[in-house]
């Protein structure tokens, strides 16, 4: 080649090198379908149109994105820059992941979250480790029309001796459930009693987790949910389960079945057809049965927190304690959904900047307000817009929602989810079982005792001691250690 030729091709060299090189584009994975997935598509548009930052958003179904991303994990294949999932894959994650920015935990976007979800979830063995986009808790619904009618309010007392008000107990739950299961509606179609999620992979097990919370959260004895936080022997087998389970048979027994079972979507949107005088879902429940577009009882509609209990049972002296009056024990069902960065991301700082976009007051605000979303209300601000919810569902119902929110997101003794390493395996093994309770296959206290021996073995294959010092940090017993 000629010098002339040479010094040709090294001034092409250096003007493609000057030329600005377009960012490879920021991926993001996360589970299939439009809520969740949907927002973080809709918001990577707007950021790209905002910095000329590309966003790809790749999904998985439900059922495989834990596998995945973990999968990616342990192979040392980076599954994405950001990654959405859900608050109780945390513990398993966390070594995989890059802490939250130090300026980020300390900002307005991460402080104005509500400390049931930015100091119990956020957190991993005392370290910030990912960013809450969504705030999960188990609710109640009911049809106001039903609950106020003189009629129906005359016959329920002559049946049951007791006034129909929205329940303050599991027992009021049942008996309401009971009454109104198979009666007329003013459609003049039959009623179910309660709508609960009871079908295979449907959010069934945290119906039944919600319906336990009352009657493990002896005020003397914290920590004893799900194990006992001395020994980690599980507690899913003893007698306040056992009733947990029974109540909650009993309020499916009552539902529709002419589908078959409901997943937690078709509670919600049998509710909102007007089908259930009561349901027990995730705030969601909320949104879509007040909207006029997708209900036929938008109007109609009134909320309660989760029934508690007047008595708990003692796991020291393996006895019933009878409490002075009802303890309701809101749960912080699934937790929600958090934005994490993996070690290893090709654009950690890029990912962090669209965390801090999506998760913007004022996005997060619509977000919050649309049934579509997935997302659910998790800020102090969004609890606070008394306007915006009356716009969204009419001032009575917004200011019945809000209440039964905040005083379930302050209560001292709000439950939280099980956070644990192994925490499918642990899911899985007491969910096969509440299958074939369901199926009329194993009786409650069979299928309660085959799964705490599953866990057992969970337990110990995972090491004992180390599971004891997580679940004693996860439920407050003792301080993290990093």
Same mark, same amino acid.
């Not at 449907?202 to 319906?211: A, D, K, N, P, V």
């Given at each position: ?188 179609? /039959? *009623?179910? #009693? +309660?709508? @609960? ?5 449907? $959010?069934?097990?945290?119906? &039944? ?95 309660? /927190? *989760?029934? #508690? +209990?007047? @008595? ?5 002296? $393996?006895?019933?304690?009878? &409490? ?113 309770? &369901? ?44």
């Amino acid at each position: 080649m000629s010098k002339i030729a040479m010094r040709f091709v090294t001034i092409v060299i250096l003007a493609l090198l000057a030329l600005p090189v377009a960012a490879a584009p920021l991926e993001v994975l996360t589970r299939d379908g439009g809520p969740i997935a949907g927002p973080a598509r809709a918001h990577g548009q707007s950021f790209s149109q905002e910095t000329g930052q590309a966003v790809t958003v790749r999904t998985r179904p439900f059922d495989a994105l834990y596998g995945e991303i973990m999968m990616g994990f342990v192979t040392g294949q980076v599954p994405a820059d950001l990654l959405i999932f859900p608050a109780d894959w945390l513990p398993d994650f966390a070594p995989y992941l890059q802490p939250v920015p130090e300026a980020l935990v300390q900002g307005p976007l991460v402080q104005g979250i509500h400390p049931a979800y930015r100091d119990g979830l956020m957190r991993w063995r005392g370290q910030w480790m990912a960013v809450t986009l969504d705030g999960d808790l188990h609710m109640g619904a009911y049809r106001r029309d039903l609950f106020e009618d003189p009629a129906t309010r005359a016959d329920y007392l002559a049946t049951t001796g007791t006034p129909l008000a929205p329940p303050q107990t599991w027992q009021d739950y049942t008996r309401i459930a009971t009454f109104f299961a198979g009666r007329s509606g003013p459609e003049g179609q /039959p *009623l179910a #009693g +309660a709508l @609960e999620a009871s079908a295979s992979n449907g $959010q069934r097990l945290w119906s &039944l987790f919600s319906h336990a919370a009352a009657y493990t959260a002896h005020p003397d004895h914290p920590g004893h949910f799900f194990f006992d936080p001395e020994t980690m022997t599980p507690e899913i087998d003893n007698p306040a389960w056992q009733r947990a389970l029974r109540d909650y048979l009993a309020a499916v027994a009552t539902g529709v079945d002419e589908s078959g079972p409901l997943a937690s979507h078709g509670v919600r949107t049998a509710f909102a057809a007007g089908q259930g005088a009561m349901a027990l879902d995730w705030s969601d429940i909320g949104v879509l049965a007040t909207d006029p577009k997708a209900s036929t009882v938008a109007d109609k509609v009134g909320f309660f /927190p *989760l029934p #508690g +209990a007047d @008595e708990v049972w003692n796991p020291q002296t $393996q006895s019933w304690d009878r &409490l002075a009056a009802p303890q309701s024990v809101p749960f912080l069902a699934f937790g929600g959904w958090i934005a994490a960065v993996p070690r290893g991301a090709q654009q950690p700082q890029t990912a962090w900047d669209f965390i801090a976009y999506m998760a913007a007051p004022e996005r997060a605000a619509r977000d919050v307000m649309s049934g579509a979303s997935g997302f659910n209300p998790y800020r102090l601000s969004q609890l606070d817009d008394a306007t915006g919810w009356a716009a969204l569902m009419g001032p009575r119902a917004a200011q019945n929602y809000l209440r039964v929110l905040r005083e379930s997101l302050n209560a001292p003794h709000a439950a939280q989810d099980l956070r644990l390493p192994g925490y499918p395996a642990y899911m899985e093994a007491l969910d096969a079982r509440i299958g074939k309770v &369901l199926a009329k296959e194993m009786t409650p206290e069979e299928a309660l005792h085959e799964a705490s021996a599953e866990w057992d073995r969970i337990t110990d294959r995972l090491g004992r001691t180390s599971q004891r010092r997580h679940y004693r940090e996860a439920m407050g017993l003792e301080e993290a250690q990093p």
